[in-house]
């Protein structure tokens, strides 16, 4: 009954590594959105759909591509791993922008 | 741009203290004000929204009240319990040509203890 789940909850890879991060949700929202944590718990924005339609694109390397098959899915694939991408990273989605985000619990990425 | 600030943290308070963290914001037009919380090893949730000047959030003691004068939306709560303990982020959303954009300060860390 997760309203939005992400997979897997956490991964620990090695340097230059391509991996993929898959998110769910079962909320019938129309805007989904990829949040990144670093340790110091700074989120920052990363992307973010809208009825499968690319709307946000924040300044990310051009490694990290979203995929949104469908509205109720938007997942991650980063190619390259790098030790600086090991972070928290969030999905989250809204039925729209101005009213309550729901998030994933996270996965966690190491890169070693 | 539009962005939020909240009080450096983390902060850390006995049981049945009163609780302030500061956030004010720049914005243009009339934004959304948030908070959300964060519980060890989960994602966000949101703990209370305001959409207009001189509102009120609540939720489970805790308060925001939407001040334009000071462009600040401060969270309070009269009592805490160790259950608190979170990272507390304040947010905006102004639409416009940040559309679908949810802009968040930094998180506040808060510890409560026994």
């Known amino acids: 009954d997760t309203a939005v789940s992400q997979t897997p909850k956490y991964l620990v890879t090695q340097m230059g590594n391509d991996k993929s991060i898959k998110c769910e949700q079962n909320?019938?929202?129309?805007?989904m959105y990829w949040y990144k944590q670093d340790s110091k718990k700074f989120l920052k924005i990363m992307f973010s759909?809208?009825?499968?339609?690319?709307?946000i694109n924040e300044t990310v390397p051009n490694r990290f591509s979203p995929k949104s098959p469908d509205k109720a899915h938007l997942n991650l694939h980063i190619n390259s791993l790098e030790l600086g991408d090991s972070a928290v990273y969030f999905c989250?989605?809204?039925?729209?922008?101005?009213?309550?985000?729901?998030f994933g619990q996270g996965t966690r990425l190491t890169v070693v | 741009g539009n962005s939020v600030t909240q009080m450096e943290g983390p902060v850390t308070l006995s049981e049945e203290a009163f609780l302030t963290i500061n956030c004010t914001y720049t914005?243009?037009?009339?934004?959304?004000l948030f908070w959300y919380v964060q519980y060890p090893g989960e994602g966000l949730q949101l703990l209370l929204k305001?959409?207009?000047?001189?509102d009120k959030g609540s939720n489970k003691g805790f308060e925001a009240t939407y001040r334009k004068e000071t462009t600040s939306f401060h969270l309070e709560k009269g009592s805490v319990q160790v259950s608190d303990s979170a990272v507390y982020f304040c947010?905006?959303?102004?639409?416009?040509?940040?559309?679908?954009?949810?802009?968040f300060g930094q998180g506040t860390i808060l510890t409560v203890h026994p």
């Open positions: 305001a959409t207009k000047a001189d």
């Open positions: 989250a989605s809204t039925r729209a922008p101005n009213t309550e985000a729901f």
């Open positions: 909320l019938g929202h129309d805007t």
């Open positions: 914005a243009t037009g009339y934004p959304s």
């Open positions: 759909y809208n009825n499968k339609e690319l709307i």
């Open positions: 947010a905006l959303y102004a639409g416009g040509t940040s559309y679908g954009k949810l802009t």
